[in-house]
Every structure is written in C-alpha cells, then in structure tokens.
C-alpha cells in the first residue's frame, strides 16, 4: 500500500522520466536552424506569433482559393509535385546542405536504396537485410528507437495517461477534381469543424508539394492554431531515397512551408512510417524529430473521393471499428496515445468528425506535440502554443484530468461507443500492405 502523497510524488517522477524522454538533451547531436533557406516576405494575413497579436483577425473562409500555383508560390521554384527530386545530387540548392550536414554522424543504411519506392515492392520485402535490425528501421519491425545514441527516440506516445495525440496526415485537404459532392470536404471543412469544437487545436503534417495547390487552406492551418510538421515533398518511402533525395525532400518541404506559412517546422513524419537511422539522423541535422504514432486507424485505406480502390483497401465500417475500439480502450493503462488521421477524402473527414466529439469527452485532447510538453515547435521562437489541450469531460458532466483550457462542450454527433479492440493490433500489422496500400495512393495524390 502507498498512501496518496507517495503516490502523487511517484506519478511526478514518471511524468518528468517521460517528459525528459521527449525532450533532447545535450547527448544528443546539436541542433540549429536551417540557414540555408531563402528569405521570404511575409504573407499577407498569416500571422507571425502564437498567440495572435490581432485574435480578431478575419480567418479565410467559405470555398477556399486551390489549384491556383503562382498566386502565391511560383511553381518554376520547386520541383514537380508527387516526385522525389530528379538530380538532387547536382541541384544547386542542394549541394551547400550536402556540405553542412556531418556525414559522420549518418550511418550507411542500404535499406532499399537505391530504388524508389512509391508503389509495388514493399523495401520490408528485401531480404539482404538484417534480422537484427542495425538501422532501426520502423518498416522492418517498428524500431522506434535509434540504434546511435546521438538521435533521439521518435516521438510514439503521449506520456500522460487518458491524453489523446491528434495528428492528421497528407493535407491540406483540396479536390484536383471538385464536384458538388466532394467539394463540401474540401478544407476549410474540417478546419471550420474544429474550430466549432471548443477551438479545438491538431497537428497537421503537410505534403509540401500540396501547398503549392492549396496555399491558403495551409495559412488557415496555421492561423487556427495547429501545428503544422513536415510530412515530405512527395510522400515516398523516404529509406528509398538517396542521400541527396533525403536532403531535398527535408529542403523543399521546409522552404514551401517557410514561403507561404513564415514558420520552419521542428517536427517531421515520415510517409508511411518508412524511417531509419541514415533517415532519422538527415532529418536531426536539418532540425528535425520524427514523430509517428501508436495507433492507426487504417483511415486512409479507405476508398474515399480521390482514394482508388487499392488491393488493401477498407470499407469505412471497418476504418470505423478500428476507431471504436482505440476510443473505447485507450483509457487507463500507462499512458496516452498519438493517433494517426488523415485529412486526405471524403471518408477521412467523414470519420474524424463522427468521432471527435466523443474522443474530447472521453481524453484531454491535444496535438502530438503539446502532450509532448514542446510548446515551441517551430525555430521561429514567436509560436509558444499551449501544452494543456482541451480537457476531456466525462460523461457525466466532470472535468477528467488537469489542464487550463477550455472546458469542453459535448457538441456534434455522439457516436456510441461498443466493441472489443478490435483494431489494437492492426498498427502492428505487417507493414508490406500499409506501403503497399499506401504507395499506390501516394501515386494518386
Ligand atoms: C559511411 O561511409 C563513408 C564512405 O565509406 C565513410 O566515410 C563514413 O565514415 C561512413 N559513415 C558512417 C557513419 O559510418
Ligand atoms: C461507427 O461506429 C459507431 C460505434 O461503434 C457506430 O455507432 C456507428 O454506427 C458506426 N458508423 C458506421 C457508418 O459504421
Ligand atoms: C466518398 O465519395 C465517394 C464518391 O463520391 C462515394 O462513393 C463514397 O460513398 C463517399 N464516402 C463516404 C464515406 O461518404
Ligand atoms: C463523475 O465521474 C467522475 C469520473 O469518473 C467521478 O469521479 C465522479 O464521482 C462522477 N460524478 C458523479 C456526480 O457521478
Ligand atoms: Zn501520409
């Protein structure tokens, strides 16, 4: 038996234990800034600090401007959208980070490399590699923690019990083809739906090269409040990539999110999880972490508006269940959970709505980075975001957990919550299909 102080002064530790293992230390590899991107006038309306100076400011809305490049990016200053860049090696912005980056410290992994990867052959398929996983290669086996001791662990979890990571992958959110029926979807949709839930704040990990398409929806992001992270330039299997790939992908997704948003992100996930040590230590050097996740809702097998059926696909009833069962058994246990969500179809948002308001009665809900204790997550010290999240509310009406937030009103549909976990061990999965799946839709976007 321990009496309550004990046990309070015990729960203090293992809080401090788990925020120090997210916070880098001086044992890790030094990080800076990126230097070496352009400087960019800042954009009309897009706010420089967090909080706002100005709260009142008109946020963009109705049917937001997209597939316009050039109204704010010119497109002749990036390379085509959905590619890994052609010629990194010999590309002019590239060769000075080439020389800045301490080779010393990126181990020689050959996952797959050299061979892309966005569709087909899943790099798990390759059988030259290790059974002992030297690379820390999550594909492999959801390594998660570095094998060299100057990179930090990825980011997984949230440290407190009964948080809940909100992290939605490969936006901003447009249709290339709109119709009446998906046009709806499109941001500021989902945007809209969390601001009208308690202000409710996500991370949003952005395709660079989506940006281009859809820049204000982007400005939107980040003039709600998210926090916007890397999630690539062309969303391929990142250990597929060369050295010189790796480095432009990092490269171009920092400079588009720097021209059109003013912020240089800290936090980068990468496309399907792919990640190793040689992919992990490029990213620490541009100043990057890697952040995945524990739980994943299979959303984006989907078939949804501009998800093609795939030989992996899912039914939105099952994408569905998986979420009852993450809802209804995240709770207790000896820690929160980061979930992964997609603002890519119809079907995504379709699901991360239904669910949401039950997810902010149930959790203290956050983005990834916030139950993470980084209030700062962006190299422009302005962004100091809050790390209490919105505060769960019970079902019978008590405030669950601490916090400083808003309390949060039960508002929207309230999907029941039934059912084992069925959907648990799904992110354990073989990941063969998930790249599968996953690439061919890469190829679509
Ligand atoms: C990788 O290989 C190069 C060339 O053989 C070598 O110079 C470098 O030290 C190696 N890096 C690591 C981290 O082992
Ligand atoms: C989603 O799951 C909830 C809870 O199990 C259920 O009430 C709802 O009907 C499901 N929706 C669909 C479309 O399957
Ligand atoms: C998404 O849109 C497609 C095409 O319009 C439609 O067939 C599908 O039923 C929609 N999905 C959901 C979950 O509503
Ligand atoms: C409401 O639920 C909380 C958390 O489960 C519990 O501590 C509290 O006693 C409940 N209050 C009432 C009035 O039932
Ligand atoms: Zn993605």
Known sequence: ???LHSAIALAAVFLSMA????TPTSSYLPQSSPTYLPKFPAQAGV??????????????SGALPSSVPGSIVSQTEYPPANLPVANAETDPNIIPIMKLIDWNYVPNATVTYPTPVSSGLSPSMDPSYPADDPYCWWTYNQCDTPKISYIPPDITICPEPDTWGLTYDDGPLYFTTPTPENAVYAEPNFYDFLLNHNNQKANLFYIASKILYAPVAAQRGLNDGHTICVHTWSHFSMT????????AEFYYSLRMIKQVLGITPKCWRPPYGDVDDRVRA?????G????VWDQDTDDWQIIGDQVAPTASSITYATANKTMAGYVA???????GHITLEHELSNATIILAESWLPTIQKLYKT??????????????????VYDIQGTVAVSTNGSTVGGGSSTTGSPAGSTPSISGKNSGANLQAMGSIMTLVAAAVLAALL
């Open 1 to 3: 038996m321990i009496n």
């Open 19 to 22: 925020n120090a293992a997210a």
């Open 47 to 60: 706010i420089t600090q967090w909080p706002p100076a100005d709260p009142s400011a008109p946020l963009p």
């Open 240 to 247: 597929t990539l060369t050295n010189a790939q790796v480095v």
């Open 282 to 286: 490029i990213a620490w050097q541009m």
């Open 288 to 291: 990057l972490r890697t952040i």
């Open 329 to 335: 058994n995240g709770q207790g246990g000896p820690h």
């Open 366 to 383: 956050m983005p990834a980075t916030a139950c993470n204790n980084i209030a700062q997550p962006y190299w422009e010290e302005s962004f």
